[in-house]
């Protein structure tokens, strides 16, 4: 088990209402489960465990919401902005997203979990070990996921939240796809990455949960927004006008898309604990 000790390292919702420090992190896991990639909206989440007593909030627990994902397990995200936060472990102590972090922890993964739920886009090319399901000794309960609704037409891609409360289709071909590690997505994902495809702005249809979809306009930012269902706080499609684009959380999908990312943006604010596992073109900033 590796153990690093810190001062305290803090961590923030997107928009700053929720904050909180911890000050020992034991280890980083990314986890590519249905439920994390769902709740993230993301290829995979990655988790730093840390120990009860090592954790702190610090402000903004009035706008935690949880959503109880499977027996005895929750997720939580601010009720404001929708970013995925931490919670407590079923088995002791804190699972803290790391992309929540607004510096260095000072650890680096060590190890994919669930690789057998891996997204279908998403390739893991790197050398760390990994397991299917839970690593040996640490073996839970693993609660199946209902089948999404049967397809409403005939060639959209369907997608949903978490808890199933939005559903939509995706009508029309994607035209970019972008692993964008800017440090707006990296927190309101709370991951090492947001992974979104553009399409038409009228190329998604909602099937059901308009009533549950909330929209958080960050401050000051002309177009960066974030649409997430109010029930369990999972990411899902916007659509903005101003940029003529409709933009899809890659990990909100049911279907495969039959495609991967086109490359990589904004590595210069990429995650200190993250290393690219692919040879996709990578830009400091936006795509030329």
């Known amino acids: 088990m590796t153990v690093t000790r810190l001062g305290m390292t803090e961590g923030t919702c997107l928009c700053g209402t929720v904050r909180f420090a911890v000050g020992e992190v034991r280890d980083?896991?990314?986890c590519h489960c249905s439920m994390c990639r769902k709740h993230h909206g993301a290829p995979f989440a990655t988790m730093a465990r840390v120990p009860s007593g090592a954790f702190r909030w610090f402000a903004g627990e009035e706008a935690i919401r949880r959503y109880e994902s499977s027996p005895g397990f929750h997720r939580s995200f601010c009720g404001t902005c929708g970013s995925?936060?931490?919670d407590r472990s079923p088995s002791g102590g804190w699972f803290v997203p790391a992309g929540l972090f607004t510096e260095d922890p000072g650890v680096r993964p060590i190890v994919h979990i669930f690789r057998a739920s891996r997204a279908p886009w998403h390739t893991i090319a790197d050398e760390l070990p990994g397991f299917d399901e839970w690593p040996p000794r640490k073996a839970r309960p693993v609660i199946e996921r209902p089948a999404p609704a049967a397809r409403t037409g005939p060639d959209g891609l369907r997608g949903s939240c978490l808890c199933r409360?939005?559903?939509y289709e995706v009508t029309a071909p994607f035209t970019r796809v972008y692993n964008c590690h800017c440090s707006r997505c990296r927190?309101?994902?709370?991951?090492a990455h947001a992974t979104n495809g553009l399409a038409p702005v009228d190329g998604v249809r909602l099937v059901r949960g308009e009533d549950l979809a909330v929209l958080y306009r960050l401050p000051g930012a002309r177009l960066f927004a974030h649409a997430f269902c109010r029930r369990c706080g999972s990411?899902?499609?916007r659509?903005?006008?101003e940029w003529g684009a409709a933009v899809i959380p890659f990990g909100s999908l049911d279907d495969d898309p039959g495609r991967r990312a086109d490359c990589h943006i904004f590595v210069g604010s990429r995650a200190p604990?993250?290393?690219f596992e692919d040879d996709l073109p990578r830009f400091d900033e936006g795509a030329p």
């Open 84 to 86: 995925s936060l931490p």
């Open 273 to 275: 604990w993250y290393e």
């Open 239 to 241: 659509r903005d006008p």
């Open 187 to 191: 927190q309101v994902r709370a991951a």
């Open 235 to 237: 990411g899902v499609p």
């Open 165 to 167: 409360g939005i559903a």
């Open 28 to 30: 980083l896991a990314h």
